[in-house]
């Protein structure tokens, strides 16, 4: 249920607050065996955030702006006092004792914390499969995969056991999940929100962003996590507009570029390429102008970003030596043992794997030939954004290449796993915003995902455009099987 359905619930209904997220608990108890969305829920906690919010009204004093709205947090953002795992071995003990900056805002402005979403171990991954908490699976059809790596997150929102959800998104984890789950997922540009609390995983690609049942619902979240933060130094110090003021603009003359390298790739599925293909006739009917552009390094992405990512990944996760955090191992006779045993005991095979192809890629000798070399193709895309930005105001690409798949296609063969991140990686090596929109379904009547791509700090043109289209296509007749 959207945020404009549960306001009036609660006004029509006249129920409290406390009442409304009780229901929602209940609903956490019946439904989630089946899916496996939360890692945990935070009940207490979200009484008394709930109760707040019930003396606010009794007492009619002014709202904060999501008051009463209950969300999920990907676990791999901090929520002070609570476990924040990464769905890893490595952290299923760790109690953060901070705040994120992005989720403290949320409870500043009235949201609800209802608990902690399943995700790919430390955000590395396609298909919440790498979890040691288990899979979870996708409402639409629980045999298969619901995304990752904000899988719980999104499935969550799908399958209505929360409002909204939090997830992060390195290459793609929020809007990907978002298109195999049917919901709407955003990520800002880098630095439009505060990455403090978010645990590390290819920190110049990171960013925090919502998954919600409609566009104005993103609008809303984006609008109170996003602004400048003294605790991180990449955190832009830019004016926050009020996004949702800008959603029901004409796209009269709004003009979309449609890349053509990402139509033409081999691997996209036709029936996606078709439903994306009518999304753009759509557009072309509210009055869009559809231009074709060339970004031709576009499809290089997801070799550079499979460079750059691990690299990073591997000096952040460098701090897990089973001293001053997490797991360690019971066995090791000395520090260098210890060390080695707790990383090999407590990450899994994928967490791994990043790790040793970013140590290979960065090591003496390789960094120029890997590293650097990624760095500069990530230059190259970013240029052929610029240069598609000179002719239009957003870009057009179906979110995903194929539609969700079933659960172990892909647990034995990693490469192809990566290759579900194709059209996702470039706006997060490019630093771009980027908002993924149900915009139709497979024959198998699972959803298929639209991808709009906007300039550095122009959230605020893809949501308009995106809004614009959602209440004209109200593509979602078909619900959940769950
Ligand atoms: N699927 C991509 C990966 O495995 C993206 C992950 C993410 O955005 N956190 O790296």
Redesign the pocket.
């Known amino acids: 249920m959207d945020f404009k359905s549960l306001r009036k619930e609660i006004k029509t209904k006249n129920i409290s607050v406390k009442e409304l997220v009780n229901e929602f608990f209940s609903k956490i108890d019946s439904k989630d065996p089946d899916i496996n969305s939360y890692i945990c829920t935070t009940n207490e906690n979200a009484i008394l955030q709930a109760e707040n919010i019930d003396k606010l009204i009794q007492n009619n004093e002014i709202l904060p702006p999501l008051a009463g709205m209950p969300i999920a947090i990907k676990d791999n953002i901090c929520t002070k006092g609570v476990v924040t795992s990464c769905a890893s071995e490595m952290l299923k003990n760790f109690v953060a004792p901070y705040e994120s900056t992005a989720s403290g805002k949320l409870w500043s402005s009235g949201g609800i914390c209802l608990g902690k979403t399943n995700l790919?171990e430390f955000?590395?991954?396609?298909s919440t499969e790498t979890s040691c908490f288990g899979v979870t699976s996708n409402p639409w059809d629980t045999n298969r995969v619901p995304g990752?790596?904000?899988g719980g997150s999104a499935a969550s929102v799908a399958a209505g056991l929360c409002a909204a959800a939090i997830g992060?998104?390195?290459?793609?984890?929020?809007r990907?999940p978002a298109s195999f789950c049917g919901v709407v997922g955003l990520k800002p540009t880098y630095g439009r929100v505060s990455r403090w609390g978010l645990v590390a995983?290819?920190s110049s690609?990171?960013q925090i962003g919502p998954i919600t049942n409609t566009v104005s619902d993103a609008a809303e979240i984006l609008y109170s996590i996003s602004g400048k933060d003294p605790f991180d130094s990449t955190c832009l110090d830019k004016p926050v507009p009020n996004y949702l003021n800008n959603l029901n603009k004409s796209i009269k003359d709004l003009k979309i570029g449609i890349i053509k390298e990402c139509f033409e790739h081999p691997g996209l599925n036709p029936e996606v390429k078709e439903s994306v293909l009518f999304g753009v006739e759509r557009f072309k009917t509210l009055g869009a102008e559809i231009i074709e552009v060339e970004c031709p390094r576009f499809n290089d992405g997801i070799a550079t970003?499979?460079v750059i990512?691990p690299s990073e990944a591997s000096a952040n996760l460098a701090r897990y030596d089973g001293v001053k955090y997490g797991y360690r191992s019971k066995e090791g006779s000395n520090l260098f043992d210890m060390t080695s045993k707790s990383r090999a005991e407590g990450f899994g095979d994928e967490v791994q794997r990043?790790i040793l192809i970013g140590t290979y890629a960065l090591s003496a000798g390789y960094s120029d030939a890997y590293y650097k070399k990624a760095q500069k193709v990530r230059t190259l895309i970013r240029k052929d954004f610029d240069n598609a930005f000179r002719k239009v105001d957003i870009l057009l690409t179906p979110t995903c290449p194929t539609t969700a798949f079933l659960k172990g296609d892909f647990v034995d063969d990693p490469l192809s796993?990566?290759l579900?991140?194709l059209l996702?990686?470039p706006a997060?090596l490019a630093g771009l915003p980027a908002i993924s929109i149900p915009c139709g379904f497979d024959n198998k009547g699972l959803p298929i995902g639209l991808q709009l791509i906007g300039n550095v700090l122009e959230e605020h043109r893809i949501l308009n455009a995106a809004n614009v289209f959602e209440i004209d296509a109200k593509v979602i007749k078909n619900k959940p099987i769950i």
């Open positions: 790919d955000a590395m991954g396609s990752g790596s904000s992060s998104d390195t290459g793609g984890s929020i990907q995983f290819a690609l990171d970003y499979y990512a990043r796993m990566y579900s991140d996702t990686v997060n």
